[in-house]
């Protein structure tokens, strides 16, 4: 039986039992739930809270600089994360170390697993294995003994240039949320602290720090807003943290409206709002918008002589301190905000069991975990049969072949990962030593490799056949050699980092990303493709990329930044031993000018959202652009069929979508059934919206029910006169496919009454 995914499970039913008692009155037969452990963490806060001294208070809100960049000094124990916050030990309240853990603990001088990127995770479709990962990361950051992990972003990819693209879930707010909410919970269940970030409107890298997001309140709470109300409400994380930029004129750190209005009134939010690391832009405007941790902050602030000093700030220490004095931070604020953070560890599990540093990490079952996501993650984007030939170019049979060509992509020794805060350092050193990394550069700069090379993993795939190796730089010759062999094999890289947009989503070459690129990968890939009996290419990346040669090559394996197992990975679905279950969690245009932002302003610092609520596909839909691969696709070595669609409701509007999905081919796969709405006419809606799927596993011949059901709730629109949501009467159409532009798609309306 699948697995099937929406928002509200819990949410519907905590709601529905406590709904249940009310209703029966106290009924013995039906046990009370348990005491609320909030209640309890609260309770302890509070006890704690009134013990403590106003220095101590102060110290619990903000950071001591910033260990990993040597910034501040610190105890031996404060390990080499991106945060210490010292304990009391007089009240047993433990210290906080906190590492980046995006995909993987970002921390050097320890083996920790490198997994496949978050937009890898993402393009999964699977909560279940978002829970497997957040829970693996978490192992790990307490192994080596930080609290706390600041990895789950979930920045909508409005903007798909954004050099932390790979960092975040795609363009979807109910895919982002409900993978983020999974992860959340995963870390949670091993005693860490999750984050999730960069909240909110953080949608691109330049002008990060001073950019003023111009979103109107529909689209804010339609789009970037619902992926974080998602993953607060399901996954509810310890922390928020909160974005470098400005949001409609005021910074994030300091925005009543998101800190807390939206965030601890509306959605209950009872955790800690840290800010980004130098997101901080004041004391009393801050602390009273609701800001309850300064990130990374200063033990010292008056020592003034770093640089990093003038970036980072220090406004939760001294300043802190008089405005406290001063009455113009209420002394119950500054309670509030030390309630937050000890509510948290308690309800974490860390007040009473700290972690310990200096565990060894388990590398054996690290790379097992990383090989599982990446090769559940990739994406089969095309796969032909070569003119003239009756089966199709993948997978690659190791005994029809006797020679093959592998091409580029420092395919001979390693994968991509991305680069900046979101990164895992390669533990074996890294795979490509070619790179100078420039100097004085924060961000940018040489690329990691892990040493997981495709080239090895496919010669062991195909002992018996002549396997070279090309590395791009003379195209002819890889050409040549592509001609007579039995298959080409082309790897193609596109890395981004934190702090830098893509100039392009074409592929870069030594012009767009002069440290790690050599040569002009489109004409590389066009050359080969114009000799070659058989090409596949292989896609490292961390955003969409054009594909000027698409119509030339036979098959395209998007394999994201594949994680320290990417080379095994990426072998094992080349030559069938995985099949390709992957779908984009992010549409790939044709072209630049397709989307919604078609240049990135490097001066505007408006960054107008007048696309509104036409974020990702919802933009290639309304406007009826063809993009070139379309949100929710993918293929699969077997072919899959929908049937016998049909919709109900039931009395509060919960809805039902039932469909039998059949494996029509030869071998087993996994699909990710996904179901659309289109809301009523007149709303001012795009055409359709995800609210569901199921992930199945299906054997050849298999014909599986699924039940995919809605809650209302997903079908709403948000209301800015009443400022909340609200369920539309109406004609709704639920489509059921196997991707947002599925031509064989299932169709059923359903009339709805307005809520
Ligand atoms: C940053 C990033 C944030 C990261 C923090 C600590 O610049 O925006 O994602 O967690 O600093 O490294």
Known sequence: MGRTYFRGTAIATACAVAALIAACGHNDDLQAPPADPDTAADQRAAALVAQMTTAEKIQMVHGTGMPTLGYGTFPADALSGASYI??????????????????????????????????????????????????????????????????????????????????????????????????????????VIATIKHYAMNDQETNRNTADSQVDERTLRETELLAFEIGVKEGQPGSVMCSYNKLNGTYACENPYLLTDVLKTEWGFKGVVQSDWGATHSTVPSVLAGLDEEQPGAADDSNTSSPLFAYFGSYFNTKLQAAVAAGTVPIVRLNDMVQRKLRTLVRIGIMDSPPTAGGAIDEAAGNAFALKVAQQSAVLLKNAAPAGAQQAVLPLA?????????????????????????????????????????????????????????????????????????????????????????????????????????????????????????????????AVAAKAKRVVVVLENGSPVLMPWLGNVHGVLESWYPGVQGGQAIADLLFGDANPSGKLPISFPKQDSDLPQPVISATDLSVKYSEGLLMGYRWYDAQQIEPLFPFGFGLSYTNFAYSNINASADGAGNVTVTFTVTNNGARAGEEVAQVYAALPAGLGEPPKRLVGWQKLALQPGQAQPVSVTIPAQRLATWDVTNHAWKINGGSYGFIAGASSRDANALTKSLSLAGR
């Open 86 to 191: 010292p304990g009391i030990s007089r009240l047993g309240i433990p210290k906080v170390s906190s590492a980046d853990s995006a995909g993987g603990v970002n921390v050097n001088n320890a083996r920790v697993t490198a997994l496949p990127a978050p937009v890898a995770l993402a393009a999964s479709w699977d909560p279940v294995l978002a829970n497997e990962y957040g829970t693996r990361i978490a192992v790990e950051l307490r192994t080596l003994g930080y609290a706390e992990g600041l990895g789950g972003g979930v920045n909508l990819a409005r903007e798909p240039r954004d050099g932390r693209t790979f960092e975040y879930m795609g363009e979807d707010p109910v895919l982002s949320g409900t993978m983020s909410a999974a992860r959340t919970v995963g870390t949670q269940s091993q005693k």
């Open 398 to 526: 190791a005994a029809n072949l006797s020679s093959i060509v592998v091409i580029g992509g420092h395919a001979d020794v390693g994968v991509l990962s991305g680069g900046g805060s979101g990164a895992v350092p390669a533990i074996d050193g890294n795979a490509v030593s070619s790179c100078q990394q420039p100097a004085g550069q924060l961000f940018g700069g040489c690329a990691t490799w892990y040493k997981s090379a495709p080239l090895a993993a496919i010669k062991a795939k195909a002992p018996n056949a002549s396997v070279s190796y090309f590395d791009g730089n003379d195209a002819n010759a890889a050409a040549n050699a592509a001609a007579q062999a039995d298959v080409a094999i082309v790897f193609a890289t596109q890395w981004q980092t934190e702090g830098l947009d893509l100039p392009s989503l074409s592929l870069p070459d030594n012009k767009a990303d002069a440290s790690n690129q050599t040569y002009d990968q489109n004409a590389l890939i066009a």
